[in-house]
């Protein structure tokens, strides 16, 4: 739901927003995409992919291709916002936690506690939901905590 829900968002601050998707589909969940296709605000440029972002000194336009016509056209834009979903940078953990089908770690619910003893998780490698700044910093916070008791008990500080 990234894209749909980042443009639909952009509106609210925009007079216009241009979602480009790079298949015949969304894969965003049924309700946001009728939330981006029912609003006025929104153009949807399927089978389409950034070429190039224009200007010099700042943004002007992106260059943009349909990858079924090959046609390549200009969009006008003041700004330009990348939302192509978040993929955590977990793959180094890969043989010593435990991960879900889409890379992100697994905690023991309700904390930041792996099932190795001392190790901990927070933020966009554990949050699939929120993956927001601020969410980030509070599970930080906690794993931080967590840490820090975790090696009181142990005696090391």
Same mark, same amino acid.
């Given at each position: 739901? &990234? ?27 049924? $309700? ?24 010099? &000194? ?16 200009? $969009? ?30 697994? &905690? ?43 090696? &009181?008990?142990?005696? $090391? $500080?």
């Amino acid at each position: 739901d &990234t894209a749909a829900e980042e443009a639909t968002f952009l509106t609210k601050m925009c007079s216009h927003v241009h979602l480009l998707v790079r298949r015949d589909e969304m894969r965003a969940s049924k $309700i946001m995409q009728e939330r981006v296709l029912n609003n006025d605000k929104l153009t949807v440029h399927w089978n389409s992919s950034t070429l190039e972002v224009l200007g010099e &000194t700042e943004v002007e336009g992106a260059r943009i291709r349909n990858s079924v016509t090959g046609e390549e056209s200009t $969009i006008k834009s003041s700004a330009f916002f990348v939302a192509i979903g978040h993929k955590p940078n977990t793959g180094m953990f890969k043989e010593y936690l435990k991960m879900d089908d889409h890379g992100y770690l697994i &905690t023991h619910p309700d904390s930041t506690h792996t099932d190795v003893n001392g190790v901990y998780v927070c933020g966009d490698a554990q949050d699939s939901k929120y993956r927001q700044a601020v969410t980030a910093a509070g599970t930080g916070c906690m794993a931080a905590l967590d840490a820090e008791r975790y090696l &009181t008990e142990k005696g $090391i $500080i």
